[in-house]
């Protein structure tokens, strides 16, 4: 395979773009100035370069933060001088610490944020699970989210009375059979471990139509699913 064909099947390997769009952007390349070119590959490895993947909700942000872990955490995981990399979100004091929400991608944190419409923490599955697939585990980042919660709301049992524990989940899934599919794995497998705890959990209601995608779903609507999540 020559250069061209496999520069448009690595683009065709980006979401929501078919084969012609692939090679629409390689002949767009094509048509661009030496320095274009330089820059966009430049921009490409400095955002890769700088980029760091939040600890805890597992989301990508620029730079990075260190923020120490509690004691009573650093005590269960026997990591006493572990530095979490978190981004401004996890790392925010004034974040409502009680409220957790699952999205699948960081597409769908931009969204819900530029709302305005929620305070608290967030968790990035990572993707959906589709329909018929049968390793939800190799899909998602579901193993996280139950050590997450788990941990959180038994903190005060290992002796970190400061610890705000999770009393609600909102499951903020797109409104696709994959989406709702992808809720009802997660959701089961929260009941499991979360049914001897004070904690609820909820999806977002029906201000997003059925085949929805979050990512493209404008900000009132946001604030509609949000108040009337069930």
Same mark, same amino acid.
């Given at each position: 395979?020559?250069?061209f064909h496999r520069l448009?099947? $690595?683009? %065709?390997?980006?979401?929501?773009?078919?084969?012609?769009? %692939?090679?629409r952007f390689v002949y767009y390349l094509l048509n661009k100035s030496p320095?274009?070119?330089?820059?966009?590959?430049?921009?490409?490895?400095?955002?890769?370069?700088?980029?760091?993947?939040?600890?805890?909700?597992h989301r990508f942000f620029i730079g990075k933060n260190g923020a120490r872990l509690s004691g009573a955490k650093q005590s269960n995981q026997?990591?006493?001088?572990k530095i979490l990399n978190l981004c401004s979100i996890c790392s925010d004091p004034s974040r409502d610490q009680s409220t957790l929400m699952v999205? %699948?991608?960081d597409s769908d944190f931009e969204t819900v944020?530029?709302?305005? %419409?929620?305070?608290g923490l967030y968790f990035i599955l990572g993707g959906t699970v589709p329909v $018929?697939?049968?390793?939800?585990?190799?899909?998602?980042r579901l193993k996280q989210l139950l050590e997450e919660v788990s941990e959180k709301n038994?903190?005060?049992?290992?002796?970190?009375?400061n610890s705000t524990q999770f009393k609600e989940i909102i499951l903020s899934l797109n409104a696709t059979p994959d989406g709702e599919h992808t809720g009802t794995i997660v959701k089961e497998a929260l009941q499991k471990v979360t049914e001897k705890l004070s904690l609820s959990i909820s999806m977002l209601g029906r201000g997003l139509s059925t085949g929805a995608e979050l990512e493209y779903v404008d900000g009132e609507t946001i604030k509609n699913a949000l108040k009337n999540r069930a």
């Open positions: 395979m020559d250069n448009e099947e $690595l683009f %065709a390997k980006f979401p929501g773009i078919g084969p012609r769009q %692939a090679k320095s274009f070119i330089k820059e966009f590959t430049q921009l490409v490895e400095e955002v890769k370069k700088t980029s760091s993947e939040c600890d805890q909700c026997n990591l006493k001088s999205i %699948a991608r944020e530029k709302s305005g %419409a929620y305070k $018929l697939d049968k390793e939800p585990d190799k899909r998602i038994s903190s005060k049992k290992g002796g970190d009375t």
